[in-house]
């Protein structure tokens, strides 16, 4: 089975300036997950969707950080604008359901952001 | 209280060694727990879920201990590719998901 996609694999942009994350989940898995990870620190949890609705935000800084997971499988993550302590790599994961533990969560590579 | 603490080490152990891992959380309605690995620059992979019987997977045993809230991670007989970041993740529900939460990590060297 193919993993969790995700583009582009780096970026490098000035702060102020705004991008964009994408990621595919796996095929069949309804919930979606994006995670920030600064260096020397666990992932912490921005966004959970269940297929195309929210379950959980209540980390993402809404004044800069925005997320869509319009037809409930490929979603995007945007940071507009940027600051310099969003340097980290952003992690997407996907999981058949939140509530399914035999096989936890699958990572997709990750993003890893450089605002200089 | 942060809502999941591990212990970030580094653990510094030769082959061979035992070595256990702690993670606790905080809320006592936690559902369920998982340890994951993740080697440096690469993305975490679970090494196995946490059940409340306690479970073993070769090597790795897993703990829950839901009176004092933690769960352990026992590694025996390390090889030096057990090297890595251990990361613990515990879940709450909320409006019927589950959402998770990982710990910072602890790190495990392994030599020789």
């Known amino acids: 089975e193919a993993g969790v996609a995700q583009s582009p694999r780096y970026k490098i942009i000035e702060k102020r300036q705004s991008v964009a994350f994408w990621c595919n989940p796996i095929s069949g898995h309804a919930t979606l997950y994006w995670y920030q990870q600064i260096l020397g620190q666990g992932p912490k949890l921005l966004i959970q969707f269940q297929n195309n609705g929210v379950v959980d935000d209540s980390q993402l800084p809404k004044d800069r950080f925005s997320a869509e997971r319009l037809k409930g499988v490929d979603s995007t993550l945007k940071i507009q604008p940027a600051k310099l302590e969003d340097s980290a790599v952003y992690l997407c994961a996907s999981s058949l359901g939140s509530r399914w533990t035999l096989n936890g969560y699958t990572f997709g590579s990750g993003t890893r952001l450089t605002v200089v | 209280r942060k809502e999941v603490e591990q212990d970030p080490g580094p653990f510094n152990v030769p082959e061979g060694a035992t070595v256990a891992f702690n993670c606790t959380y905080s809320?006592?309605?936690?559902?369920?727990f998982f340890w994951y690995r993740q080697d440096c620059r690469k993305e975490p992979k679970l090494l196995m879920s946490v059940y409340s019987s306690g479970n073993e997977d070769g090597r790795f045993t897993a703990q829950l201990n839901r009176a004092s809230q933690y769960i352990s991670l026992l590694i025996r007989d390390s090889k030096l590719s057990d090297s890595a970041t251990y990361l613990c993740?515990?879940?709450?529900?909320?409006?019927?998901?589950?959402?998770?939460?990982f710990g910072r990590g602890t790190s495990l060297i392994v030599h020789p």
């Open positions: 993740v515990v879940t709450r529900s909320s409006g019927g998901s589950y959402i998770p939460t």
């Open positions: 809320n006592s309605a936690s559902q369920s």
